[in-house]
T-cell receptor, first 115, second 110 residues
């Protein structure tokens, strides 16, 4: 089973709302990632978790708050977003974050619209 | 100059054609390389991993030239279903941060 699942598939929120995106993998991977992707652009890395600890934060604004409750789950808490934050948010996982054999597997994404 | 560069295309080819994409990278210390395929409004899917000189999987062949710092992807006998954006991805420093090219769009026509 090489599946990464994400919920919800679509999310529409206002700038004052608080919402959360969820990601789950059951491949025994120890690294999980959040990416943001705008139309016709490649994914941009936001956060990396390795063994449930945050190892990389790509200078993401604090209105995005990641959380890794356990090795299978990854959340992204959203608060006071701006319309320019509308994008496809992708979760990915890999066996490890370090080392050359870092094949990352992506979930289907959450398409977020901020009004 | 971008760290990973790809020709954005689009490449328009007829069914059955052979098509090749090139990708160049700037960091000579990069250790591993990947080709991902992304369909419109879908997630990237891993197509091939390249750790040594190359890799082959059916109609798809990836080759790595470390001296010239480029990776290529060759697709033989193109199918309509091969139409997608192909992302060249470089594992530059083994931290978990992958560097993505801008993607090359392929359109296979009947």
């Amino acid at each position: 089973d090489t599946e990464v699942t994400q919920t919800p598939k679509h999310l529409v929120m206002g700038m004052t709302n608080k919402k959360s995106l969820k990601c789950e993998q059951h491949m025994g991977h120890r690294a999980m990632y959040w990416y943001k992707q705008k139309a016709k652009k490649p994914p941009e890395l936001m956060f990396v978790y390795s063994y449930e600890k945050l190892s990389i934060n790509e200078s993401v604004p604090s209105r995005f708050s990641p959380e890794c409750p356990n090795s299978s789950l990854l959340n992204l808490h959203l608060h006071a977003l701006q319309p320019e934050d509308s994008a496809l948010y992708l979760c990915a996982s890999s066996q490890e974050s370090s080392g050359p054999y870092n094949e990352q597997f992506f979930g289907p994404g959450t398409r977020l619209t901020v009004l | 100059r971008k760290e990973v560069e790809q020709d954005p295309g689009p490449f328009n080819v007829p069914e059955g054609a052979t098509v090749a994409f090139n990708c160049t990278y700037s960091n000579s210390a990069s250790q591993s390389f990947f080709w991902y395929r992304q369909d419109c409004r879908k997630e990237p899917k891993l197509l091939m991993s390249v750790y040594s000189s190359g890799n082959e999987d059916g109609r798809f062949t990836a080759q790595l030239n470390r001296a010239s710092q480029y990776i290529s992807l060759l697709i033989r006998d193109s199918k309509l279903s091969d139409s997608a954006t192909y992302l060249c991805v470089v594992n530059r420093d083994n931290t978990g941060k992958l560097i993505f090219g801008q993607g090359t769009t392929l359109q296979v026509k009947p």
